[in-house]
């Protein structure tokens, strides 16, 4: 699983351990859908917590930034890769959990 570093803004609402770095704000080493579930960028109105199809986080993950939530290096993520990120959302221990359409 690939290991990427991760730059959460304050809107993202993250109470973990955290280190400052350069001019971001909270710096995180961990998967795509660390990043993906730390940022809560799939928890609002847009997504409602579904996991968008392969091609859509694709395409953002090559932006680099989701909103004021969070920034990291732009990159694509693989078929297989993907699988792997909805497989580690869909079993995130939640109240109200992530779901594939």
Known sequence: MRIIEY?????????????????????????????????????????NKVIPDFERLNTILLSGVFGRLAEWEPFEITENEYSEIIEQLLNAVMNRPYRKE
């Open 7 to 47: 730059y959460l803004m304050p809107e993202a609402n993250y109470h973990g351990e955290y280190d400052r770095k350069e001019a971001h704000y909270l710096v995180k080493k961990g998967s795509v859908a660390d990043m993906i579930h730390d940022s809560s960028m799939l928890w609002g109105y847009d997504f």
